[in-house]
């Protein structure tokens, strides 16, 4: 059974940092894409980094050089470094896996919520200006 469990959010000031963890178990595929996302009341779920088993990394825009997704070796724990933070990052954030089950599946470079099957509960972010 897969499971992913986030740990590390919290309240911080504007310009402060934070690091997300994601511990993933019975995640056992070898082809894989993992995302962070994260939803703010009253907006839609945003894809905001991606990971794949080859440790390409892919960023949104709007997270694009103040956070960095990266994953453990040895075993699958996804991270998330937030620098400069801002007001506007205040969301819940969630971790999500999707396995690759052929040779023709690849990570959407769009990173969309709809193609992953496996989600964690979410660690809320707060921001305060």
């Known amino acids: 059974q897969v499971s992913l469990a986030e740990s590390g959010g919290g309240s911080v000031q504007s310009g402060g940092s934070l690091r997300l963890s994601c511990a993933v178990s019975?995640?056992?595929?070898?082809?894989?894409?993992m995302a962070w996302f994260r939803q703010a009341p009253g907006k839609e779920r945003e894809g905001i980094a991606q990971i794949d088993s080859t440790r390409s990394t892919i960023h949104a825009d709007s997270v694009k050089g103040r956070f960095t997704i990266s994953q453990a070796t040895s075993e699958r724990t996804l991270y998330l470094v937030m620098n400069s933070l801002k007001a506007e990052d205040t969301a819940m954030y969630y971790c999500?896996?999707?396995?690759?089950?052929?040779?023709?599946?690849?990570?959407?470079?769009?990173?969309?919520?709809?193609?992953?099957?496996?989600w964690g509960q979410g660690t809320q972010v707060t921001v305060s200006s």
């Open positions: 019975g995640f056992i595929y070898a082809r894989y894409c």
């Open positions: 999500a896996a999707r396995p690759l089950l052929s040779t023709t599946e690849y990570c959407s470079a769009s990173i969309d919520s709809r193609l992953f099957p496996y």
